[in-house]
């Protein structure tokens, strides 16, 4: 079934019992009456990893989805808005963000989101009809919500050490009490699923190593 808005060529060949001697040479490109429809909506769109930026207040949050089940026209591009929602009524901010990518990549990492705040976003599949028509999609959207930072724990201070907490001699001598130190170095912090995960990682070295009496 020819589909609108897309080019064709014919060749003939005339057959027989015997066969036949081959196609003949291709027709002028013809065009079928009509207009293509708009390409579906994305599907499945969802909020993915969130990450931390280190020594700064934003965050960045992928997003990913599925193309659309259907298109007459080959796609070319996804449009992508991101918005501020305003409080609970749900209104967004007029700050809005949009960009596009190509119609091979379906994840997409929204840069320097603020904490604690919550978002909309929406993406369209693009399609061009005779390089000067530009068919959208209907909008696929979310709401997203960044991640917020626990409270910042008190500086209470060290207590000063009373005779009861001071160590006998024979504790001062184990070596347990003063055990080596490993360096241990700490990576960005990020959000999935649900959880904050801050990885850590420290020398092969440190395995293994165990702490004896004197």
């Known amino acids: 079934e020819a589909v609108p808005g897309r080019w064709y060529q014919f ?4 057959v027989s019992s015997a066969g036949h001697h081959g196609y003949s040479e291709p027709s002028a490109p013809v065009k079928p009456g009509g207009e293509p429809s708009r390409p579906g909506q994305v599907r499945r769109l969802a ?6 930026r280190r020594g700064e207040a934003v965050v960045d949050v992928r997003i990913s989805w599925r193309p659309p089940e259907h298109s ?14 305003l409080g609970q ?3 967004t901010s007029l700050t809005k963000f949009e960009t596009h990518v190509p119609w091979t990549q379906t994840e997409f990492t929204l840069p320097d989101l603020k904490l604690d705040t919550a978002y909309l976003v929406t993406v369209w ?8 028509i530009q068919l959208s999609s209907k909008g696929s959207s979310i709401h997203l919500a960044t991640m917020q930072l ?12 009373t005779d009861s907490q001071q160590p006998s001699a024979s504790a001062r001598q184990c ?10 170095s700490i990576s960005s ?12 990682r420290w020398p092969n070295s440190a395995i293994g190593e165990r702490l004896t009496a004197g």
């Open 72 to 85: 007459d026209l080959p796609l070319d591009k996804y449009k992508i808005k991101w918005t501020e929602t």
């Open 89 to 91: 009524s749900g209104q």
């Open 150 to 161: 626990p409270p910042a724990q008190p500086d209470r201070g060290t207590a000063p050490k």
């Open 47 to 52: 909020q993915g990893v969130s990450r931390l």
């Open 11 to 14: 060749r003939l060949a005339a």
């Open 189 to 200: 912090a990020y959000w999935e699923a649900g959880d904050l995960r801050l990885p850590l």
């Open 175 to 184: 070596s347990c009490l003063n055990p080596p130190v490993t360096p241990v």
């Open 125 to 132: 599949a693009i399609a061009h009809y005779d390089d000067l």
